[in-house]
């Protein structure tokens, strides 16, 4: 076959020339975004976390997606980006029942639940160092180098990390149903649901992203026990590995009407030596609501996803 190549036209080559010009006084303000996006904390190494957004009422850089959530103070010397000011919060919101909710106060308040300070920007437990089997510490250091993120794949992301994605989430319980659904905003745009009728889990189950989750309540907290996880997402931002032995155990506790403390209990026979636990709180964001959000399996910011690369194979399964 002969030659194929078509010229670019004039206006074409104009407007690819004005793009290269624009870049060179954009590039410092993108290179800044994304190290801001970029996961840190003590030894959290360069964790990617894709259109975090700035803390919303901040002051400086607040809390950008990094380790070190509580740069900039919140009510009670707390971090992160739902954070509240002014007077004391509210008491948590009651149903008809007496039972705390987790929604707004009233049912036509609209919010969304932002990670606050603590937990899983950078790995950490409650009583110690994490428990890793040998293996286990390899894949996290080779995740740390690496970033081969599902996250930036538009992988949905299991466990913690699904209050970590972009924009927070959004809680709706739906006591008609027996069943409260649980809806992230960034990455696939996804959501989870727990089943509060009693069952169990089932027997036969078929690995997925967020597993299978049943839940009741204890008091004013909600539990919520989870199976039959796939491998093929991160747990947290630094890439703490599971495999599908995973069963965790998550407490929603709601403290008043804009915190909720959340704890997770990891138990990974695959890939830790005993049982772990780890807490963050989770701060209303007021007025936000569910909107719709595009991620792009064609993206091709490989920098982000595979590395400095000077093109991206996507002829091969990428295996996080």
Known sequence: MGDCRVEPSRALRRFAAWIGVAGLFLSPLLADAVLGQQGGGAGAGNGVQVAVPQGRGDTGRGDTGRGDAGNAQGPGGRGGRGRQAGPP???APR????RVTLAGVTLADRGVWLPGSGGFS????????IPFQPWAEAMLADRRANQLEPHARCKPSGGIR????????EIVELPGAQRIYIFDIGGP?????????????????????YGHSIGWWEGDTLVVDTRGYNEGFWIDRAGLP?????????RFTRVNAVRID???????????TRPWTSALDLRWEDGTELFEYVCQQANYAHNLMVGEFESVDRTAITVP
């Open 89 to 91: 919060p509210a008491p």
């Open 95 to 98: 149903n008809s029942e007496g």
């Open 122 to 129: 950078a790995p950490t437990a409650v009583d110690g160092e």
């Open 162 to 169: 699904q209050f970590l994605t972009p924009y927070g989430v």
């Open 189 to 209: 745009h996804t959501f989870r649901t727990v089943y509060m009728d009693g069952r169990t889990h089932p027997t036969d189950m078929e690995p997925t992203f």
């Open 242 to 250: 599971t495999t599908n032995q995973l069963h965790t155990l998550e």
């Open 262 to 272: 959340y704890t997770l209990t990891i138990d990974d026979p695959g890939a830790y």
